[in-house]
């Protein structure tokens, strides 16, 4: 009897402590689009991947031209010139996709220029939530931004523009 009256007891103490709990959320996309640094970071990388991409698809052209000159020749040609032609394609193609992986690939120079330029911003927004949290007390902050399997949240739990007037990008602010 005494076990029970323990265990009904705790677990209604756990209830109590749990409803205490304040929660909150924000909506990372919708703070980084309102701060205009973030939005000229993304136009920023925008340009230079199309600059990149245009770079390499200039150079595939320009193997591809090779081919097909090399295509209305082949038959002209003797051997020992036909495999030079052939090895030297090959070996463009090999250096431009090789470009292509150290411009777009893992660690390749346009994810270490979005870290450059991102990172700054998103640790800023991070801190600026971090800092709410622990002034307001909140127990935690979700993100209702993406994939997120958020179904619902009342508004006024969102605290975005919270976020937002504490890094000084708010309504009224002036930046």
């Excluded at 402590?17 to 304040?22: D, E, L, N, P």
């Excluded at 980084?32 to 136009?43: C, G, T, V």
């Excluded at 052209?61 to 036909?82: C, G, M, R, S, V």
Aim: net charge neutral.
């Amino acid at each position: 009897m005494k076990k029970t009256i323990l265990l009904a007891s705790l677990f209604l103490m756990w209830i109590g402590m749990a409803s205490a709990q304040k929660y909150a959320c924000v909506d990372t996309e919708y703070i980084l689009s309102s701060i205009p640094d973030y939005e000229q970071a993304q136009k920023s990388l925008d340009k230079l991947s199309i600059d990149w991409q245009k770079e390499i698809e200039t150079k595939f052209q320009e193997i591809d031209n090779l081919y097909k000159k090399y295509q209305t020749e082949a038959a002209l040609l003797p051997e020992d010139l036909k495999t030079k032609r052939q090895n030297e394609i090959i070996e463009k193609e090999k250096e431009v996709k090789e470009l292509q992986r150290k411009r777009f690939g893992s660690g390749g120079d346009l994810e270490k220029k979005r870290e450059e330029l991102m990172k700054p911003i998103q640790d800023k927004v991070y801190n600026a939530i971090e800092k709410a949290a622990s002034t307001k007390n909140y127990a935690f902050i979700l993100d209702k931004a993406g994939s997120a399997t958020l179904l619902y949240v009342d508004p006024k739990y969102d605290i975005s523009d919270d976020i937002l007037t504490q890094l000084g990008y708010g309504k009224n602010s002036k930046k």
